[in-house]
């Protein structure tokens, strides 16, 4: 079946813009995670969902990052006035639930750079 | 709070030789463990995971780990290492018991293997 899909695979933005990153989970996945991964580092982890609860908000770095998703479909990251520090891989990843045994599936990135 | 420990930034080995990446974790339970692979230009493919039982866990491509409690690892073994290998390799540890359920990340191992 389909595995995580993301939009768009490249985004080269103007500092001071404002960014939206998609992010379509695996069909059935209740749980979706945010990653993001600076050239030549480890993934650093943003912000996640489970079904109808709170977002964990945790990793969230600053309050120009925000994200939506509407129910267990889609979900949206965005980031607003974007600073060259933006400049990274941002990676999504869906479960069936968020027990934390399940397998994080990942989608392929949206690579951000940020002039 | 967890984190995990790559201490092998980057590792060449030759084709056919045996391989081992080591991962070390803290955290103040027992751990859900996952090794992920990264190619090129690819999003993150799970080899394998641990999360209780045997501690010797087999993966996919012919690689194992195996989960050391007393020493706070799960390092990732191949007996014959192939060209097709060459990646970056991720150590992640998650959360049991704990209301987080995002995986925490090693910084990552750049395997390059040599003809």
């Known amino acids: 079946g389909a595995g995580v899909s993301q939009s768009p695979s490249n985004k080269v933005t103007e500092k001071g813009k404002d960014v939206e990153l998609r992010c379509d989970p695996i069909s059935g996945h209740t749980a979706l995670y945010w990653y993001r991964q600076r050239l030549g580092q480890g993934l650093e982890f943003l912000i996640y969902f489970q079904g109808n609860s709170a977002p964990d908000k945790s990793g969230l770095p600053s309050d120009r990052f925000s994200a939506e998703r509407t129910g267990e479909s889609v979900s949206t990251l965005t980031i607003q006035r974007t600073q060259q520090e933006d400049s990274a891989v941002y990676l999504c990843?869906?479960?069936?639930?968020?027990?934390?045994?399940?397998?994080?599936?990942f989608g392929p990135g949206t690579r951000l750079l940020v002039l | 709070a967890q984190s995990v420990t790559q201490p092998d930034i980057h590792i060449t080995v030759s084709e056919g030789a045996s391989l081992e990446l080591r991962c070390n974790y803290s955290?103040?339970?027992?751990?859900?463990l996952f090794w992920y692979v990264q190619s090129p230009g690819q999003g993150l493919q799970l080899l394998l995971k641990?999360?209780?039982?045997?501690?010797l866990v087999q993966g996919i491509k012919g690689f194992e780990a195996e989960f050391k409690r007393s020493q706070s690892s799960f390092n990732l073994r191949k007996p014959s290492v192939h060209w097709s290998d060459a990646a970056e390799y991720f150590c992640?540890?998650?959360?049991?018991?704990?209301?987080?359920?995002?995986?925490?990340f090693g910084s990552g191992t750049r395997l390059q293997v040599q003809p």
């Open positions: 955290y103040g339970a027992t751990p859900y």
């Open positions: 641990y999360f209780s039982g045997d501690t």
């Open positions: 990843a869906s479960s069936l639930d968020s027990l934390g045994q399940e397998t994080q599936y």
């Open positions: 992640a540890v998650g959360a049991q018991d704990t209301g987080r359920r995002a995986l925490t």
